[in-house]
């Protein structure tokens, strides 16, 4: 087994007397892209300055390529890191050629070298026609590009990107997202990139290290998070869900849409069960199941939305008491034939439901 190229370990920071960081730890292989996720102030950018050589933690260390680069008396500047970073602006630089733009950090090469190597990346995201351009004539997502190539042109063992794809409007984005993602993945780097969009981070990650207030509260595959999710908090950040409180008894708690495993819990306890829209099934008219009436129905690219109400909801038990009833949201693939006023049966997905204690 190799090495992990970064690891992360015990971080901690802050500015002014606050607490940025607090104990951050992750590691990231090679060829890996680890996607660092959390809420805007969570301490994601901080983390990257750290292990880029910006700043120095106040506690922890960053180790790379198994050499300790920050510690106790210690501090490998930025430029022996063999790290590239990438801003969330790109910071091209205006007065450089593109060429020269990717050609920046190769001083170590003969001119000669350094420009086959430029032309070289340049060619592979697909920007070999504008070596010659200034950065000035290029569209955000050419810019983006280019700064990809820069990134990997000196042939870092780690790339850290920073929100790298949030400048872009979102037709464009998706694209370069997935040209990112494949060239990231060839070039045989190891990838740390920050972002607060857990679906950028679902498709662009082979693990998604999720932190909340400078802690990571999960660190797994992005379909571990998703499906098994260690907390209320990334269950929520992860995707939408439907909520409802209750007691157990004898190991299950009963749900408005059924009962529900509640493995772990003793006899009484509070819990809060959380359920994805995708966990709920529409049945045909009179079948088994709770009744719920279709409030309006959306078709939302591939899947439909369906809000409903249910027909039954006894008032402050499942949850904050509602008069007009519980709101749900129903996600199902493709398209449903419902119409808005009927009365349908839900039932449920066990897969996509989750307990937790009530907070
Ligand atoms: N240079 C700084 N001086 C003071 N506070 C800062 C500085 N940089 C970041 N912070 C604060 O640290 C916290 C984490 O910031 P940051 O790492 O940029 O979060 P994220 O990238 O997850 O949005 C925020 O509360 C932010 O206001
Ligand atoms: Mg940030």
């Known amino acids: 087994m190799s090495a992990p190229v970064l690891e992360v370990e015990g971080l901690e920071h802050g500015y002014d007397g606050e607490t ?3 104990g951050v730890s992750f590691a990231v292989d090679a060829g890996e892209i680890v996607c660092l996720l959390g809420p805007s102030g969570c301490g994601k950018t901080t983390t990257l300055r750290l292990v880029a050589g910006l700043e120095r933690p106040a506690a922890g ?3 790379i390529a198994g050499e300790a680069v920050t510690g106790p008396g210690r501090a490998v500047p930025p430029e022996q890191r063999r790290v590239s970073m990438m801003f969330q602006d790109y910071a091209l630089f205006p007065h450089l050629r593109v060429r020269d733009n990717v050609a920046f950090g190769l001083s170590g090469l003969a001119r000669g070298e350094q420009r086959r190597r430029a032309d070289e990346l340049l060619d592979k995201v697909g920007m070999a026609a504008y070596a010659g351009a200034y950065p000035h004539v290029l569209s955000g997502g ?17 790339v850290l990107l920073d929100e790298p794809f949030s400048g872009l409007d979102p037709e464009l984005r998706g694209r370069v997202r997935d040209d990112s993602m494949h060239l990231l993945k060839t070039s045989g780097a190891a990838t740390l990139f920050v972002t607060h969009n857990a679906e950028e981070a679902m498709m662009m990650a ?10 990571v509260v999960q660190n797994g595959a992005p379909e571990e998070i998703y499906c098994e999710p260690a907390s209320p908090f990334v269950a929520t950040f992860l995707g939408e869900v439907n909520r ?20 772990g ?23 088994a199941g709770a009744e719920a009436r279709i409030e309006a129905v959306r078709m939302v690219g591939r899947s439909t939305l369906v809000h409903l109400t249910l027909a ?18 129903v996600r199902s693939p493709g398209r449903i034939h419902a119409g808005e006023g009927e009365v349908r049966q839900l039932s449920l997905d066990g897969e996509q439901v989750f307990v937790f204690p009530r907070e």
């Open 20 to 22: 940025v960081l607090d």
């Open 61 to 63: 260390q960053v180790v």
């Open 142 to 158: 050419q810019q983006q590009r280019v700064a990809l190539a820069r990134a990997l042109a000196p042939e870092p063992n780690l």
């Open 206 to 215: 082979d693990r998604v290290v999720v932190m909340r207030e400078g802690r």
């Open 244 to 263: 409802f409180d209750g007691l157990v008894a004898g190991g299950r708690v009963e749900t408005p849409l059924g009962s529900v495993a509640a493995p």
């Open 265 to 287: 819990f003793s006899d009484g306890s509070a819990v809060q069960v959380l359920v994805r829209p995708e966990a709920i099934r529409i049945g045909e008219p009179a079948s």
């Open 312 to 329: 039954a909801a006894p008032r402050g038990v499942y949850g904050p008491a509602d008069p007009g009833g519980i709101h749900l949201h």
